[in-house]
């Protein structure tokens, strides 16, 4: 007799199946969200053709730059910023700012791409009410990574992070609250968004070394997007 494995049998340490996606409370997964031509799927709303245009207009403006973080190490994602307000990372620590501390300009606007993106996401997610000041633009090229983290430089912890992913596959890792609890792994691939908020608000998580390749239409990069309420 042959017997179908059930969701309990392939399920790990964690209780995670691999073939299921299970996310912790809070967090929802929008697959290729923000791909062209899935209207069927999520409704009428921004694509990628759109979206990466507008992407490349803030790179020209503000480009991509290894900050160094407060222990004086260079690092590996490059990023920049868009929006009113910007993640930088200095000897001085993290912390939100709304100029360019290479140029000492503003930030370049929040597109209103991005900006019209982001809030149906977070809409679709069951945050509505989400408004963005702030756009954190992270580039990876192959085995950079960024280390487990918690997003809480933001003044209001109630409001969702809405993330983008673009190009290359990554491996996301959620943990808990605490660094040193067990972590879950997602992969996350063109188009996907995520929203992250309620109970998960305060998670750590990570992304792990990128593995080398050519995404067709990113090239051998990752790109990462994230839309908070800093302010
Ligand atoms: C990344 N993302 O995907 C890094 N933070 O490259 C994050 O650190 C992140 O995706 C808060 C909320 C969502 C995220
Ligand atoms: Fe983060």
């Known amino acids: 007799m042959t017997r179908r494995k059930s969701a309990a049998a392939g399920a790990d340490l964690f209780g995670v199946d691999e073939r299921l996606t299970v996310l912790p409370a809070g967090v929802a997964l929008l697959p290729a969200f923000a791909r062209d031509g899935d209207v069927d799927r999520y409704g009428d709303h921004i694509g990628e053709k759109a979206l990466l245009s507008a992407l490349n207009t803030v790179i020209e403006a503000a480009p991509l730059r290894h900050m160094v973080t407060p222990g004086g190490h260079a690092m590996s994602v490059a990023m920049t910023n868009c929006g009113r307000l910007g993640w930088v990372s200095d000897f001085a620590g993290y912390r939100y700012d709304p100029c360019d501390p290479d140029t000492g300009v503003p930030w370049p606007a929040m597109p209103s791409e991005f900006l019209e993106l982001a809030v149906r996401a977070a809409q679709d997610a069951g945050y509505s009410g989400f408004v963005p000041d702030a756009c954190l633009i992270n580039r990876y090229e192959p ?3 960024m280390s487990l983290h918690q997003d809480r430089n933001e003044r209001d912890f109630d409001a969702p992070i809405v993330s983008l992913s673009l190009g290359l596959a990554a491996v996301f890792q959620f943990g808990g609250l605490e ?6 792994k997602l992969t996350l691939t063109h188009g996907d968004v995520m929203v992250w908020g309620g109970p ?3 998670a750590y998580h990570g992304i792990l070394p990128l593995k080398d390749g050519v995404h067709p239409v990113m090239g051998r990069m990752r790109m990462n997007l ?5 302010g």
């Open 143 to 145: 085995g950079a990574k």
């Open 179 to 184: 660094r040193t609890d067990p972590v879950q």
């Open 200 to 202: 998960a608000r305060l």
């Open 226 to 230: 994230t839309f908070r309420k800093a």
